[in-house]
Protein backbone atom coordinates (compact mmCIF):
# COMPACT_ATOMS: atom_id res chain seq x y z
CA UNK A 1 0.00 0.00 0.00
CA UNK A 2 2.78 2.25 1.00
CA UNK A 3 4.59 1.04 -2.54
CA UNK A 4 1.54 2.43 -4.42
CA UNK A 5 0.73 5.57 -1.75
CA UNK A 6 4.73 6.54 -3.20
CA UNK A 7 4.05 5.62 -6.80
CA UNK A 8 0.73 7.60 -7.14
CA UNK A 9 2.54 11.22 -5.78
CA UNK A 10 4.01 13.86 -6.90
CA UNK A 11 7.59 13.23 -8.04
CA UNK A 12 7.17 9.62 -6.88
CA UNK A 13 8.02 10.80 -3.57
CA UNK A 14 5.09 10.56 -0.56
CA UNK A 15 5.98 13.06 2.88
CA UNK A 16 9.80 12.49 1.28
CA UNK A 17 9.84 9.01 1.16
CA UNK A 18 10.97 7.26 -2.24
CA UNK A 19 9.37 3.93 -3.21
CA UNK A 20 13.07 2.64 -1.96
CA UNK A 21 12.52 4.26 1.09
CA UNK A 22 9.35 3.42 2.20
CA UNK A 23 9.86 -0.59 1.07
CA UNK A 24 12.71 -0.66 3.79
CA UNK A 25 10.85 1.50 6.05
CA UNK A 26 8.10 -1.13 6.58
CA UNK A 27 10.99 -4.25 6.80
CA UNK A 28 12.92 -2.56 9.07
CA UNK A 29 10.09 -1.75 10.68
CA UNK A 30 9.04 -5.19 10.84
CA UNK A 31 12.09 -6.64 11.76
CA UNK A 32 12.56 -4.00 14.60
CA UNK A 33 9.15 -5.38 16.67
CA UNK A 34 10.44 -8.10 17.56
CA UNK A 35 14.05 -6.38 18.61
CA UNK A 36 12.39 -3.17 20.69
CA UNK A 37 9.20 -5.71 22.02
CA UNK A 38 6.85 -3.49 21.63
CA UNK A 39 4.11 -6.27 22.76
CA UNK A 40 3.94 -9.14 25.53
CA UNK A 41 6.40 -8.33 28.05
CA UNK A 42 4.42 -8.67 31.33
CA UNK A 43 7.35 -9.93 33.76
CA UNK A 44 7.20 -7.74 36.32
CA UNK A 45 3.25 -7.46 36.40
CA UNK A 46 3.23 -10.88 36.96
CA UNK A 47 5.43 -11.20 39.61
CA UNK A 48 4.36 -8.22 41.38
CA UNK A 49 0.65 -9.81 41.61
CA UNK A 50 2.38 -13.36 42.69
CA UNK A 51 4.35 -11.35 45.63
CA UNK A 52 7.99 -12.89 43.68
CA UNK A 53 9.16 -9.05 43.38
CA UNK A 54 9.70 -9.15 46.71
CA UNK A 55 12.86 -11.89 45.44
CA UNK A 56 13.58 -9.05 43.60
CA UNK A 57 14.49 -6.36 46.18
CA UNK A 58 17.42 -8.97 47.83
CA UNK A 59 19.37 -9.06 44.57
CA UNK A 60 22.65 -6.79 44.43
CA UNK A 61 21.33 -4.80 41.88
CA UNK A 62 18.62 -2.53 41.85
CA UNK A 63 15.57 -3.78 39.89
CA UNK A 64 15.54 -1.73 37.33
CA UNK A 65 19.16 -2.47 36.15
CA UNK A 66 17.68 -6.28 36.99
CA UNK A 67 15.06 -6.33 34.34
CA UNK A 68 16.97 -3.87 32.14
CA UNK A 69 20.18 -5.97 31.11
CA UNK A 70 18.40 -9.28 30.45
CA UNK A 71 16.18 -7.37 28.12
CA UNK A 72 19.62 -6.02 26.27
CA UNK A 73 20.56 -9.54 25.84
CA UNK A 74 17.10 -10.44 24.59
CA UNK A 75 17.26 -7.44 22.11
CA UNK A 76 20.67 -8.62 20.60
CA UNK A 77 19.29 -12.04 20.09
CA UNK A 78 16.24 -10.75 18.13
CA UNK A 79 18.73 -8.28 16.32
CA UNK A 80 21.13 -11.41 14.86
CA UNK A 81 17.54 -13.70 14.22
CA UNK A 82 14.40 -11.59 13.92
CA UNK A 83 15.57 -8.62 12.40
CA UNK A 84 18.40 -9.61 9.83
CA UNK A 85 16.37 -12.84 8.48
CA UNK A 86 13.42 -10.60 6.93
CA UNK A 87 15.54 -7.89 5.63
CA UNK A 88 17.42 -10.99 3.91
CA UNK A 89 13.92 -12.58 2.45
CA UNK A 90 12.67 -9.03 1.21
CA UNK A 91 16.03 -7.63 -0.68
CA UNK A 92 15.50 -10.83 -3.55
CA UNK A 93 11.63 -9.12 -4.18
CA UNK A 94 12.07 -5.35 -3.34
CA UNK A 95 14.51 -2.78 -4.08
CA UNK A 96 15.59 -1.87 -0.88
CA UNK A 97 17.85 1.90 0.19
CA UNK A 98 21.21 1.34 0.70
CA UNK A 99 22.39 3.85 3.02
CA UNK A 100 25.39 6.42 1.12
CA UNK A 101 26.66 8.09 4.52
CA UNK A 102 29.45 7.01 6.14
CA UNK A 103 27.82 6.92 9.72
CA UNK A 104 24.68 5.92 8.84
CA UNK A 105 25.03 2.34 10.16
CA UNK A 106 26.39 3.11 13.17
CA UNK A 107 23.89 5.70 14.04
CA UNK A 108 21.47 3.22 13.12
CA UNK A 109 22.88 0.87 15.65
CA UNK A 110 22.80 3.51 18.08
CA UNK A 111 19.71 4.53 17.30
CA UNK A 112 18.36 0.91 18.22
CA UNK A 113 20.26 0.21 21.18
CA UNK A 114 18.72 3.87 22.29
CA UNK A 115 15.04 2.35 21.18
CA UNK A 116 15.20 -0.39 23.20
CA UNK A 117 16.07 0.90 26.36
CA UNK A 118 13.44 3.40 25.49
CA UNK A 119 10.74 0.93 25.12
CA UNK A 120 12.01 -1.30 28.31
CA UNK A 121 11.46 2.22 30.40
CA UNK A 122 7.80 2.17 28.85
CA UNK A 123 6.94 -1.26 29.80
CA UNK A 124 8.44 -1.15 32.84
CA UNK A 125 6.29 1.79 34.27
CA UNK A 126 3.47 0.44 32.69
CA UNK A 127 3.72 -3.12 34.68
CA UNK A 128 4.54 -1.29 37.73
CA UNK A 129 0.76 0.01 37.58
CA UNK A 130 0.24 -3.36 39.07
CA UNK A 131 1.69 -2.28 42.12
CA UNK A 132 -1.35 0.06 42.98
CA UNK A 133 -3.64 -1.31 40.90
CA UNK A 134 -2.88 -5.38 41.36
CA UNK A 135 -3.40 -6.00 38.15
CA UNK A 136 -2.31 -4.22 35.02
CA UNK A 137 -4.21 -6.02 32.38
CA UNK A 138 -5.71 -2.61 31.42
CA UNK A 139 -2.90 -0.53 31.29
CA UNK A 140 -1.04 -3.40 29.05
CA UNK A 141 -3.98 -3.38 26.64
CA UNK A 142 -3.60 0.71 26.45
CA UNK A 143 -0.04 0.08 25.66
CA UNK A 144 -0.71 -2.62 23.19
CA UNK A 145 -3.43 -0.52 21.18
CA UNK A 146 -1.38 2.30 21.46
CA UNK A 147 2.75 1.54 20.63
CA UNK A 148 2.12 0.89 17.05
CA UNK A 149 0.16 3.73 16.26
CA UNK A 150 2.10 5.97 17.77
CA UNK A 151 5.43 4.59 17.20
CA UNK A 152 4.67 4.47 13.59
CA UNK A 153 4.53 0.91 12.92
CA UNK A 154 1.27 1.13 10.81
CA UNK A 155 2.48 4.03 8.89
CA UNK A 156 5.61 6.65 8.87
CA UNK A 157 4.66 9.69 11.10
CA UNK A 158 6.08 11.72 8.23
CA UNK A 159 2.40 11.35 6.93
CA UNK A 160 0.82 13.08 9.58
CA UNK A 161 0.20 17.06 9.43
CA UNK A 162 3.29 18.08 10.44
CA UNK A 163 2.55 19.81 13.39
CA UNK A 164 1.31 16.81 14.71
CA UNK A 165 4.22 15.16 14.19
CA UNK A 166 6.47 17.43 15.82
CA UNK A 167 4.10 17.40 18.47
CA UNK A 168 4.78 13.27 18.71
CA UNK A 169 8.29 13.70 18.78
CA UNK A 170 9.04 16.22 21.18
CA UNK A 171 6.15 15.56 23.36
CA UNK A 172 6.32 11.95 23.65
CA UNK A 173 8.78 9.12 23.35
CA UNK A 174 7.13 6.64 21.19
CA UNK A 175 8.73 7.97 17.84
CA UNK A 176 12.28 7.18 19.12
CA UNK A 177 11.25 2.85 18.85
CA UNK A 178 10.40 2.61 14.94
CA UNK A 179 10.42 5.86 13.25
CA UNK A 180 13.87 7.43 14.34
CA UNK A 181 15.78 4.44 13.65
CA UNK A 182 13.77 3.66 10.55
CA UNK A 183 13.92 6.81 9.42
CA UNK A 184 17.61 7.03 10.09
CA UNK A 185 18.78 4.06 8.04
CA UNK A 186 17.08 5.09 5.48
CA UNK A 187 18.34 8.73 5.68
CA UNK A 188 15.04 10.71 5.09
CA UNK A 189 16.86 13.39 6.93
CA UNK A 190 20.28 15.87 5.98
CA UNK A 191 22.74 14.69 8.66
CA UNK A 192 22.39 17.21 11.20
CA UNK A 193 18.61 16.53 11.79
CA UNK A 194 19.52 12.20 11.71
CA UNK A 195 21.71 13.29 14.60
CA UNK A 196 19.31 15.33 16.21
CA UNK A 197 16.57 12.79 16.15
CA UNK A 198 19.02 10.38 17.95
CA UNK A 199 19.94 13.03 20.29
CA UNK A 200 16.21 13.25 21.12
CA UNK A 201 16.17 9.72 21.74
CA UNK A 202 18.49 9.75 23.99
CA UNK A 203 16.98 12.46 26.15
CA UNK A 204 13.62 9.96 26.14
CA UNK A 205 15.60 7.18 26.94
CA UNK A 206 17.70 8.37 29.76
CA UNK A 207 14.51 10.23 31.40
CA UNK A 208 12.22 7.30 31.12
CA UNK A 209 15.06 5.13 32.74
CA UNK A 210 15.09 7.85 35.71
CA UNK A 211 11.32 8.28 35.86
CA UNK A 212 11.12 3.73 35.96
CA UNK A 213 13.76 4.40 39.02
CA UNK A 214 11.75 7.15 40.97
CA UNK A 215 8.47 4.66 40.51
CA UNK A 216 10.01 1.66 41.84
CA UNK A 217 11.49 3.68 45.01
CA UNK A 218 8.16 4.86 45.53
CA UNK A 219 6.48 1.22 44.91
CA UNK A 220 8.87 -0.39 47.48
CA UNK A 221 8.06 1.90 50.13
CA UNK A 222 4.38 0.83 49.55
CA UNK A 223 5.61 -2.63 49.78
CA UNK A 224 7.31 -2.46 53.48
CA UNK A 225 4.50 -0.15 54.49
CA UNK A 226 1.46 -2.88 53.57
CA UNK A 227 4.02 -5.42 54.81
CA UNK A 228 4.21 -3.86 57.95
Do not use: C
Not at 30 to 58: F, K, M, P, Y
Not at 174 to 186: E, R, S
Not at 194 to 204: D, K, N, S, T
Amino acid sequence: MLLAVAAGAAGGRAAGYDAEQLATFVWVGQGLLTVVSLWGWTELADRIRSGDVAADLLRPVPPVVGYLAPDLGRAAHAMIFRFLPPLAVGAPFFDLYAPSRWFTVPLFALSVLLAVIGSFGLRFLVNATAYWLHDARGPITLWVLSAGVLAGLYFPLRFLPDWLAVALWVGTPFPGLLQTPADVLVERDPAPVQAALVGLQALWAAALLVLAAVVQRRAEKRLVAQGG
